[in-house]
């Protein structure tokens, strides 16, 4: 699904060039849940961006889903991201005048091949919610809603960066359980960036980023379900 081969990218000019990501390579299978871990400066939000189509890379190769986004150009770009991604962040990012129905179709409308709205409502447990708005909603609630709008579209890849950052401890439990449930169901790509170490025994998949270097890469043999991620 994803392959990465010597990824470099760099900012600043050439007497104060700072280096935030070194000669990156490594491959995650189509249908996994991966783990991206780091402290804040190591290089997860740079990767997300470039692995997502937002930021361009200096040197390398990335391949997803067989696009090689080293060779598209603007517009290109945006198709990619408009069929191949979804997106979900620690701020939920919704539409405060749209209904929570109305904010789900946001993203099945960028798909020539949306999932049903209800029947995703359904999976994230909220169809009873869909004509309430934004602020009427839990904060646990609005992540769903944010996760349902990324998945509307079918993407072949979900980046979530710190999806349960702003979250309680059960309302986090409740949204991995839920990137659990839609990876099993239908087996989308998924990377989870976080500072939460706890969050990593339910990938299969676990990349540690440190001073922009991947520290190392584990396929994990002990999975655990989301209902046993404690922290």
């Known amino acids: 699904m994803i392959t990465i081969n010597h990824l470099h990218k760099s ?26 871990l780091g402290p804040s400066g ?8 470039i692995l ?9 190769e990335i391949i997803v889903d ?17 069929k191949k991604l979804g997106f979900v962040f620690q701020f ?3 539409v405060d005048n749209l209904t929570v129905g109305e904010n789900i179709r946001t993203g099945a409308y960028l798909s020539d091949d949306p999932l049903n709205v209800e029947d995703l409502a359904a999976d994230l447990g909220i169809a009873d ?3 309430k708005f934004p602020s009427e909603i839990s904060g646990g609630q609005a992540q769903r809603v944010s996760i349902g709008r990324a998945m509307a579209k079918k993407p072949s890849l979900l980046i979530c960066d710190e999806p349960t950052g702003a979250l ?10 839920l990137i659990e449930a839609l990876n099993r169901k239908y087996k989308t790509t998924v990377i989870i960036a976080t500072h939460n170490e706890a969050i990593a025994s339910m990938c299969h998949v676990i990349l540690r980023l440190h001073d922009g270097s991947l520290k190392s890469y584990e396929e994990n043999k002990h999975i655990l379900s989301a209902e046993e991620v404690q922290w």
């Open 11 to 36: 900012y600043g000019t050439k007497n104060q060039r700072l280096h935030v990501l070194k000669d990156l390579s490594f491959t995650l299978p189509e249908g996994c849940l991966a783990c991206l």
């Open 42 to 49: 190591s290089g997860k939000s740079t990767l997300l961006t």
């Open 52 to 60: 997502g189509g937002i930021e361009t890379m200096d040197e390398g």
């Open 66 to 82: 067989n696009t090689s986004l080293a060779h598209l150009n603007k517009k290109e770009l945006e198709l990619y991201r408009r």
């Open 92 to 94: 939920y990012n919704l």
């Open 129 to 131: 919610q869909l004509r």
């Open 168 to 177: 309680d401890y059960e309302s986090a439990e409740a949204v991995l359980h």
